[in-house]
């Protein structure tokens, strides 16, 4: 992030997804440096990810948020967000994303809405829950065949 103390919780969150694309496309996870999408996100950020998921769980600080995209990319050969809409009020942000994906495990190719609430407090993420349609669908997609 170029300027730390940007506090309007709509920049902060198009800066941020703006960056999250720009470390995915350069490769993510081993590929790309983590350090221009974490400057986003509070030291102590919370993310929390539906159990049902193969990137389930609470992924915490910089190093949680690493390691989810490590997982993230374990699950998804690609991970295109292709729409967004915000709604922001003060510190709290809700954001529907329609995301595109494919699956590594299976190859297959899902069309679903992520809706995710989003805390900004002093210009950084601090805490995201995003909420799936379906998770079984999407668990089902990433599992390895038998």
Do not use: N
Request: one cysteine or more; aromatic letters at 10%.
């Amino acid at each position: 992030m170029t300027d730390p103390l940007i506090t309007d919780t709509a920049a902060v969150l198009t800066g941020m997804y703006r960056a999250e694309a720009e470390y995915l496309t350069a490769g993510g996870p081993g590929e790309a440096p983590f350090d221009p999408l974490a400057s986003f996100f509070a030291p102590d950020v919370v993310l929390h990810q539906a159990d049902a998921l193969p990137y389930g769980g609470i992924w915490r600080g910089h190093a949680g948020l690493q390691k989810f995209f490590v997982a993230m990319s374990r699950t998804w050969a690609s991970f295109a967000m292709e729409e967004q809409e915000f709604l922001t009020t003060g510190e709290t942000a809700v954001v529907l994303t329609r995301i595109r994906a494919r699956a590594r495990a299976s190859g297959r190719e899902l069309a679903f809405p992520v809706l995710q609430t989003i805390r900004v407090e002093d210009g950084r993420i601090s805490e995201v829950r995003p909420f799936y349609w379906d998770t079984a669908i999407i668990a089902e997609a990433c599992a390895v065949p038998v």
